[in-house]
C-alpha cells in the first residue's frame, strides 16, 4: 500500500519514535505543511488506524501496532516535544540514533540545522560529555536534565543547549 503526503510523513516519524502523543499529531505535520487544520490531522489518524498502520493506545497516545502492549518511552516523547519547542520551519530528517534519543535536522528560515538530543541522568554529566566531546561538531546538542543544579557539571567544547521542563514548559538555557 502506497501512502501519500502527510501519512508518509507521519509514519517515518512514528516508525523512529514509536509513540507520538495525540497532541504532537498536528505539530508535525505543520513542519511540512504549516496550513493544516486539526481535521485534517485527524482525517489521516483514521485512516491509518484503519490499515492498521497504528493504534490508539492508553490515553492519548498513538503507536505503532506491535507496541500496543509495551510502555510509552516518555524520554522519546520529551524529545519530540523538544524539536517541537524549536518552532521548525520544515522537518528535514529525522532518526533514533544511539546513543542519542533522536537526531533531526531542521530549516528555519534559509538555514539548516542539525540536533541531537540526548537525555542526561543526574550523576552521568562527566560521562555524557566525554562521550560527546568526540562526536561531530554539525550537530548541536540538546540535553535534556532532570535537575537545573546539573548544567555545573556539564562541561563541552560543543555547541549546546541544556534543556529543562519547568512548570510544564521547556527552557533553553547556555
Excluded: N
Aim: glycine share 4%; charged share 30%; aromatic share 8%.
Amino acid at each position: 500500500m502506497r501512502l501519500e503526503g502527510d501519512q508518509s510523513f507521519f509514519m517515518t516519524i512514528l516508525r523512529e519514535t514509536g509513540f507520538i502523543r495525540a497532541d504532537q499529531v498536528l505539530p508535525l505535520l505543520r513542519t511540512q505543511e504549516p496550513w493544516k487544520e486539526p481535521h485534517q490531522a485527524e482525517a489521516m489518524l483514521r485512516r491509518l488506524r484503519y490499515l492498521g498502520l497504528l493504534v490508539p493506545v492508553g490515553s492519548g497516545l498513538i503507536a505503532l501496532p506491535e507496541l500496543r502492549k509495551a510502555a510509552a518511552d516518555r524520554e522519546m516523547l520529551l524529545a519530540l516535544d523538544t524539536l517541537l519547542a524549536l518552532e521548525p520551519e520544515k522537518l528535514l530528517q529525522i532518526s533514533a540514533c544511539p546513543p542519542y534519543k533522536l537526531r533531526f535536522l531542521i530549516q528555519r528560515g534559509k538555514t539548516l540545522d542539525f540536533f541531537a538530543v540526548m537525555t542526561v541522568p543526574d550523576g552521568h554529566e562527566a560521562r555524557v560529555c566525554q562521550l560527546l566531546q568526540a562526536e561531530p561538531r554539525k550537530d548541536t546538542f540538546l540535553l535534556l536534565l532532570d535537575r537545573p543544579e546539573q548544567h555545573a557539571r556539564i562541561i563541552l567544547d560543543r555547541s549546546y543547549y541544556l534543556v529543562l521542563r519547568q512548570d510544564g514548559r521547556l527552557r533553553f538555557c547556555r
